[in-house]
Nanobody, 124 residues
Framework: VQLQASGGGLVQAGGSLRLSCEAS????????MGWFRQVLGQEREFVAG????????SLITSVKGRFAISRDNAKNTVYLQMNSLKPEDAAIYYC??????????????????WGQGTLVTVSS
């Protein structure tokens, strides 16, 4: 499975970005997908996950009400819509894929494939 993430950039606090991650190499609906983020010097953190048909999602508490994860299985793409961005959201964001459509998708060890990361910078 190959994952190509995009959509990062520089945004002012309060602004929005939408990250995208296109997958190839496997039937997309058979994959659970997730977004993680990492700040230099810190551990990678789970942000959001979604199961294969998009019916089950999970978000960390700090982004609930601001971020949303969704997927378009016809486009082999998962999205992370990020609104009301805060400086503490700045990080490298990674998409990840787990080779099952349903199951655990909240830990780094639940995932099997990783994208290259896209940088999100939030200015205050």
């Amino acid at each position: 499975v190959q994952l190509q993430a995009s959509g990062g950039g520089l945004v002012q606090a309060g602004g929005s970005l939408r990250l995208s991650c296109e997958a190839s190499g496997r039937t997309f609906s058979s994959l659970s997908m997730g977004w993680f983020r990492q700040v230099l010097g810190q551990e990678r953190e789970f942000v959001a996950g979604i199961n294969g048909n998009g019916g089950v999602t999970s978000l960390i508490t700090s982004v609930k009400g601001r971020f949303a994860i969704s997927r378009d299985n016809a486009k082999n793409t998962v999205y992370l819509q990020m609104n009301s961005l805060k400086p503490e959201d700045a990080a490298i964001y990674y998409c990840a894929a787990a080779v099952y459509s349903n199951g655990r998708f909240v830990k780094e060890t639940d995932y099997h494939y990783w994208g290259q990361g896209t940088l999100v910078t939030v200015s205050s």
